[in-house]
């Protein structure tokens, strides 16, 4: 037992250096949206509350009747309590992945010696899953928490399960069920735990077993798997997720191709990123042919393998995991293929790859081992990389991806970065290429829109917001484009048109100070000084702090010669803040104004 535990000391430090990075990294992507402007994150609900939500959902006003289809009510649960030990720090959520990284490998490592009995291989199928590159994604992305999860939880129950057959005892089998419940409750992946179970079963017991037996053992599984999808159906309105329509035919020919880009990411990781992969744009295809000769020698190695009752088990396993992401039911994903997809079928597969390994040079330990440490070593390597280069900040990131590896879905987030640096030319032009390449994203014409009103542009901005009003927009959104529009009305001087849409904006995004600072600019431009102030203290509510708010209402108070709550205003601000915001002359203005009255 002392042996096992040094040597997942060994594995909890190695995972630590490597992911080193991660206590430093910045909220990316999804994270925003899903975490950071979360309102089941931040404020305080019952526990209850988390099993009545739809993951992916954080304003029910969004689109009548839409569903993303996700049940996951631990996700924003962890969220929460992450708030609550953390407060809205990046790092702290971070590291709460990688604590539930590590808790995954161990698991992992005590089902393999379960399984196998055989400290060394538990340690290296840990230790280089823990390390693995591709699992970069999973940890380091908060927001793919969900797979870390449903891996945590099922290999628990797989565990437990496991246990329960060979000693026979309930609390075992009571344990599995439970876990098996946080799998399904943390992702949709936790449903191929059953036939995982099945698989099991048949290689491992005895065949002459009662089969009545057997299907009583499942009963508390199905049992639990009802009572999730009675709580999925009420909440989400469907029993799946919702996906494209597509060709069928064609989605079981590139199976193949699926499985092998899966299988590559797996044994030979390089050019790691963020993928978009689409099909082939042919039948015959040079990378069709390719996965059709990958899952040709996969299927030839199960079938060479299948005495050994670890590795067939394994692959089998491996196989019915990985299926919900092969693409032969649709999804709504942009990509076919994903990093974090991978988390919880390489879990499995590693369990017979590792077998084979130790199996194969049993003869030649000394080599076993020195290829092993050299591989940890440079996928080891590979992950600090990634987590220092990639998946660290969003700037690092949209660089990466657009410019290292051209992938232009992400080339409006990094006009964003360039555009809050006011490097507006470099912005625009990545402007530019996103809408080109995704005319369909109404973000990126909001945000260009605003590009082009500090520009100085106010009516090639409208033009731009035009192109946007007849695609989809959250509420937030909605609420985004009425504001530029209003900005750009503004700008032009028609402030009756601009003071209408920024009444809309505060209607659709009633919790964004920076929509109630405008309004209350527009209010003050028109000589309603009172709708100004009421506006503008409106948003103070909301944000205390917002400096274009305060100095908004202090312009205001002057305009209106209150310049004793102008000053009062001005004076709780820092002097760094006037000057950054010009208010300092502001000040002045009004101190002159006061001592005139005296």
Known sequence: MNQSWFLVAILFLFVTLTYFPTFSGEFILDDHTLIENNPHVRDASSIPSYFAQEDGITDRRDVPGYHTGYYRPLINLTYWVDYKIWGMSAPGFRTSNLILHLLTCLVLFKTILLMIGDRQIAFWASLIFAVHPANTETVSWVSSRNNILVTLFGLGSFYFYVKGLGEGGS???????????????????????????????????????????????????????????????????????????????????????????????????????????????????????????????????????????????????????????????????????????LYFPMAFLFIGLFQFIYRSLKSKSFLTLSMLGLVSIYLGGYAATLNQSLWHDEEKFFQREVLFFNNFFYAGGLAETFYEKKAFAKAEKYFKISLRHYPKGAKNYMNYAALLIDTGRPKEALAVLDKARSLPMTHGEQGQWFNNAGMANFQLKEYGHALAKFLKAVEYAPQNDQFWANLGGAYGEMGDYADSVRALKRGLEIRPDSKQVLKNLAMTYVRMGK?????????GMPQRVLESMGMDELKAEAKRALESQM
């Open 171 to 341: 609390k075992a089998r009571i344990l599995s069920v439970i876990l098996f419940l946080g799998a399904l409750f943390s992702k949709e992946f936790g449903i191929m735990l059953l036939p995982i179970f099945f698989f099991y079963q048949i290689a491992f017991t005895k065949k002459k077993k009662n089969l009545s037996t057997s299907w009583k053992g499942y009963l508390p599984y199905l049992m639990t798997l009802l009572l999730y999808f009675l709580l999925r159906v009420n909440v989400t309105h469907s029993l799946l997720t919702p996906s494209e329509s597509g060709d069928l035919l064609r989605r079981l020919y590139f199976l193949p191709y699926v499985l092998a880009f899966n299988l590559m990411i797996v044994f030979l990781p390089h050019d790691l990123h963020s993928l978009i992969i689409h099909y082939p744009p042919t039948y015959l295809n040079p990378q069709a042919i390719f996965g059709f000769a990958v899952a040709s020698l996969f299927v030839v190695f199960l079938c060479k393998e299948r005495k050994d009752k670890i590795i067939l088990f394994s692959l089998l396993a491996f196989g019915v995991s990985i299926f919900p992401v092969l693409q032969v039911v649709p999804t709504s994903a942009v990509s076919l293929v994903s990093m974090r997809w």
């Open 563 to 571: 310049h004793k709550e102008a000053i009062s205003l001005m004076e």
